[in-house]
């Protein structure tokens, strides 16, 4: 659709964004691309995983830890692994974090099949608990 057009468009596969038309104006994004870093064994997420893509192998699991993330931190996960991979809610100062499955209210450890993906989403964070949302293709 063009600026100004109020007809609907639907797009039905890979689209990547670098112009967009919002009420007449034109607002630039830099691309939709993922940064991507490949990860092995067990290991804890941090803020140099945010808004990057994590293909993990090997064993071991993912720990999500209370008190580093900031709401809207976004960290999506596939598994490369030949088998299922937890992830874990961490422990931290205060209490720990709660990683909920989306469209639910069930909390706790996930997991990640092989070739599955998922994204983690800070929804709150305090010093009293961080909630993250889970959701993602071959998670249980």
Same mark, same amino acid.
């Given at each position: 659709a063009s600026a100004g057009n109020s007809s609907k468009v @639907?797009?039905?596969?890979?689209? $990547?964004?670098? #112009?967009?038309?919002? #009420?007449? &104006?034109s607002v630039t $994004? !830099? !691309? &939709?691309?993922?940064?991507v870093a490949n990860k092995n064994g067990a290991f804890t997420l941090t803020t140099t995983d945010v808004g990057k893509l994590l293909i993990v192998n090997g064993t071991g699991d993912i720990t999500v830890p209370q008190g580093t993330f900031t709401v809207g931190d976004v960290i999506s996960i596939l598994n490369g692994a030949s088998q299922d991979k937890t992830i874990k809610q961490g $422990?931290? &100062? !205060?209490?720990?974090?709660? @990683?909920?499955f989306a469209g639910t209210?069930?909390?706790g450890d996930r997991s990640l099949a #092989?070739? !599955?993906v998922c994204t983690i989403i800070c929804e709150y964070a305090s010093d009293i608990g961080d909630n993250?949302?889970?959701s993602g293709s071959g998670l249980s």
């Open positions: @639907l797009a039905v596969g890979i689209v $990547t964004c670098h #112009d967009l038309f919002v #009420d007449g &104006s $994004t !830099g !691309g &939709s691309a993922f940064t $422990t931290g &100062s !205060g209490t720990d974090p709660v @990683l909920r209210y069930v909390t #092989d070739n !599955g993250f949302i889970i």
